[in-house]
């Protein structure tokens, strides 16, 4: 049996309560039918627990942009893993370039909050990418070894089910420009492999990787038309809802 596509919106930094409601009532009445694709919405923190009331007897999982990694304690500002579990999370967002960029997020960190989320037990959605100015230089697959090397530290194979990678190239973030297919799926079999190495061929071969960096209606089809390209992690594109229905729908394209 293959892999099943997983399509996830990450809304990042977007909604209020009321929006977020109107936007999964949407995505709900059109998509309900579609069978053999995951699909998970990341609304932020204040509408988490709104959303998932929404969200119920539905098939569409509530994910989280991200967690600390302690449980409790003083840490102002924070959400802790069994917090994020209550609120009736499924999966959480962890390592977005993003966070990296802005909060110095490192490979350190990533890890930390990866264990953290998997001892809760939450799924994780794992990202890594490189930079423009990475990829110029030839870096992109020294980069890519690394955040995967260091995010998994310590992460036994058998919570690797637990784990989705999704490779997000920076500089497709946001900017309008995205990964040819052939690019994307360059790098999606090199995480692959380099898994077997870490792990097994058969932990490489069953684990998701997602593609995310401007995803849009009109590139999905080619994208998941890629051996490796297991579904899309989605940015923008995710805060309408004909236009994720449309991604999420990519087998009637």
Known sequence: MGRLPFIAGNWKMNKTVGEALDLVRQLKASISRVEGVE???APPF??????????????IRLAAQNLFWEEKGAFTGEVSPLMLKEVGCHYVILGHSERRQFFGETD???????KAALGQPLKVIFCIGETLKEREEGKTFSVIERQITGGLKEVGKEKMERIVIAYEPVWAIGTGKTATPQQAEEVHRFIREKLGR???????????IQYGGSVTPENIKG???QDNIDGALVGGASLKADTFAKIVRFREM
């Open 46 to 59: 204040t509408a988490l627990y709104a959303v998932c009331g929404e969200l119920e007897g539905s098939s």
């Open 223 to 225: 994208l998941m038309s």
């Open 39 to 41: 699909v998970a919405v």
């Open 108 to 114: 350190e960190t990533v890890n930390r909050k990866i």
């Open 198 to 208: 870490l792990y097994s061929r058969e932990i490489a071969e069953q684990t998701r």
